[in-house]
């Protein structure tokens, strides 16, 4: 958990388990929320004075402001009793500091040897949560604000009172962001806090700073090591018994605390230890009140964690190295991209379950390259990539299909020697993507639907061709036989009128003879009555 991972990466991979809607939910519940603040603040904040800072938290709704200092001097005290001369009835092993919990990861997972040495009483942090707990009831809501990300994993613990634990950068960016509200910051601003706190406890956070109220002590006795890599140099030497100090300091950030993961401000290590120095002076002349509770349980204990990974056979590496595309050395690139040295040290920890194939960047790389070219390889659409200069770079097999039956395409080729290629010129000139525009080749026989896009930064003009030019015999098929029907349609219609015609005429002569006939018949049958 030493946040290196997140700071390393460039496309923010990682991310930090962001508790800020912990603490903005318990303000919203109307709880009293109390911020526990790493001394390192003074580095961290260096544009706001303290007062102004207080201000700005308890205006936001926090009940109460308080410096971790305050548990970081008692723990200091503790640790100057296994300072003492092994007459005061301590033991005569190294002691190691147990504030930083990167180094009691290190210690329970990779030098066992080394748990005893631990020094048994927790970290500040988790004193002062218990601290603050005791003074303001425990429905109190404890956040801790720091520069480590480790104290996140650490504040999760079974036997932590830090509900919430945030990073500075966290802070900064709560404080920025437009969350207020009256309600919430009326109902805050109840407790104006202090800052105020003993020096031994603001020394903590720069490298030597907890060895630093200790005067006296021989550097034969005392060790302050910062940095993973160098406090693992430490370990080592403790174990092969090179050397037995007194005391270590080991803190895994480089510079102390105040070289932590997410301070959220780039300053000069050198700059920012001078502040927190400055501001443990600065504390002595301040109205220290030191809430200090000797009644508190400060112990802890440690257990070994260590990993008993099984070390795979020649032949297993070689089958996991297979899979990532590696059959030679010549294929192992050993680019480190992955987290690990050499390719054979990521290939034995996919075998151990803490690596996965997938982190190879050269491997999914070339994954990728190779299922763009399967789609564009096997794509239906003629595919051509071609330069300013219109000189073919590029292009798939339906590009053959469609264009290779009078002349061989090879790259280098100018795509002028094929076809007609106005619109690429133009798409060049302008920039302009041109898309579904419909282009005839008589020349091949072919009608298409092209879609043609500018690369500048590439110097490229790319083409995705579309024959449709059995669409475009379906269309004129179609069109074709709705005519013939409309024609057919027509003349059934003239031969029903013609009939109808007829029709109506052999109808009228037979009205007109019959009209006739009864007309005769009434003439004759009137003449007969008169007679």
């Not at 109307?30 to 003074?42: E, H, K, T």
């Not at 070289?259 to 920012?272: E, L, N, S, Y």
Request: glycine share 6%; net charge negative.
């Amino acid at each position: 958990m030493c946040g290196r991972c997140v700071v390393e990466c460039p496309q923010k991979a990682k991310q930090v388990d962001n508790q800020i809607q912990r603490l903005q939910t318990a303000l919203e519940k109307g709880q009293r929320v109390v911020i526990s603040l790493a001394p390192s603040y003074v580095a961290a904040f260096p544009e706001i004075a303290r007062e102004e800072l207080i201000q700005a938290l308890t205006g936001a709704g926090i009940h109460s402001v308080a410096e971790t200092a305050v548990a970081a001097t008692m723990i200091s005290e503790i640790y100057g009793t296994y300072m003492q001369p092994s007459s005061q009835g301590l033991p005569d092993a190294t002691v190691i500091s147990s504030c930083c919990p990167v180094i009691i990861n290190i210690i329970e997972r990779y030098y066992p040897q080394l748990i005893d040495n631990l020094t048994p009483v927790i970290s500040p942090m988790l004193a002062h949560a218990k601290l603050i707990k005791k003074q303001y009831g425990q429905d109190t809501f404890v956040v801790f604000a720091g520069p480590c990300i480790a104290k996140i994993g650490e504040g999760s613990g079974a036997n932590s009172m830090v509900d919430a634990v945030i990073t500075f950068e966290e802070l900064k960016n709560w404080l920025s962001s437009p969350f207020k509200n009256p309600t919430i910051m009326q109902a805050g601003a109840r407790e104006q806090s202090s800052l105020a706190s003993m020096s031994a406890g603001r020394c903590f956070p720069v490298a030597g700073g907890i060895v630093m109220p200790f005067v006296g002590l021989t550097d034969a006795e005392i060790i302050t090591v910062d940095g993973i890599e160098k406090c693992m140099e430490v370990f080592e030497g403790l174990i092969n018994q090179e050397f037995s100090p007194r005391f270590v300091e080991a803190l895994a950030c480089s510079g102390g605390c105040i070289g932590g993961p997410a301070m959220g401000i780039r300053q000069f290590m050198q700059t920012k230890r001078n502040k927190v120095l400055a501001y443990t002076q600065a504390g002595c002349t301040d109205k220290c009140h030191y809430a200090a509770d000797n009644t508190l349980d400060l112990s802890r204990s440690y257990q070994s964690k260590t990993i008993n990974a099984v070390i795979p056979t020649e032949e297993e590496i070689t089958e996991i190295l297979k899979q990532t595309g590696k059959f030679t050395v010549q294929d192992e690139k050993n680019c480190s991209a992955c987290g690990y040295d050499t390719c054979r040290a990521k290939a034995i920890a996919v075998f151990q379950g803490h690596a996965e194939l997938d982190m190879c960047v050269p491997y999914m790389r070339s994954k990728a390259e190779s299922f763009a070219n399967i789609i564009v390889e096997n794509s239906l659409n003629a595919i051509i990539a071609v330069n300013e200069k219109m000189i073919i770079k590029e292009f798939n097999p339906a590009v053959t299909r469609m264009f290779g039956k009078i002349k061989e395409i090879y790259k280098g080729m100018n795509l002028t020697e094929l076809f007609n290629c106005s619109d690429f010129i133009a798409a060049a000139k302008f920039g302009h993507k041109i898309v579904g525009k419909r282009v005839e080749y008589p020349l091949y026989d072919i009608v298409t639907e092209q879609m043609i896009i500018p690369v500048p930064e590439h110097g490229l003009i790319i083409a995705i061709i579309t024959d449709i030019t059995a669409h475009e015999l379906r269309n004129r098929e179609l069109q074709q036989m709705k005519l013939e029907t409309v024609e057919k349609a027509t003349d059934i219609i003239n031969k029903q009128m013609h009939v109808a015609q007829e029709i109506a005429g052999l109808l009228g002569e037979t009205t007109a003879e019959t009209k006739s006939a009864l007309l005769e018949l009434i003439m004759l049958i009137k003449g007969k009555g008169e007679s």
